[in-house]
């Protein structure tokens, strides 16, 4: 079993930065993806970054268009934490954010958005004009 506890969200006016945080606890010796989603108001679950976590292909990442150059996903093993560093944001990035996490194989070199079967209970993220 794999827990996941996001922190970090607010309000943030456009232009502005947050970084949130997601702990991760349980088993997570083996090879896993770990990535973020957001849902906005009256709107679908989209993936938003993923991260190889540990394994040979460590550390690769992967951006939905609208986010890329803007936020940046890592994790600190030695912490057992997920970040995710907004950066000029935007009033359309208000959602909620969630981290999430799933087993991959081990020559897995990108996560997709897919199959993610461990959430965490988002925290909310709103960027004013």
């Known amino acids: 079993q794999v827990q996941l506890v996001e922190s970090g969200g607010g309000l943030v006016q456009g232009g502005g930065s947050l970084t949130l945080s997601c702990a991760v606890s349980?088993?997570?010796?083996?090879?896993?993806?770990l990535a973020w989603f957001r849902q906005a108001p009256e709107k679908g679950r989209e993936g938003v970054a993923s991260?190889?976590?540990?394994?040979?292909?460590?550390?690769?990442?992967k951006y939905i268009a609208s986010v890329a150059g803007r936020f940046t996903i890592s994790q600190d093993n030695a912490k057992n934490t997920l970040y995710l560093k907004m950066d000029s944001l935007k009033p359309e990035d208000t959602a909620m954010y969630y981290c999430?996490?799933?087993?991959?194989?081990?020559?897995?070199?990108?996560?997709?958005?897919?199959?993610?079967?461990?959430w965490g209970q988002g925290t909310q993220v709103t960027v004013s004009s």
């Open positions: 349980g088993d997570t010796s083996s090879p896993y993806c």
């Open positions: 991260i190889t976590s540990a394994g040979e292909t460590d550390g690769r990442t």
């Open positions: 999430a996490a799933r087993r991959r194989d081990y020559i897995v070199t990108r996560c997709s958005f897919e199959e993610y079967n461990y």
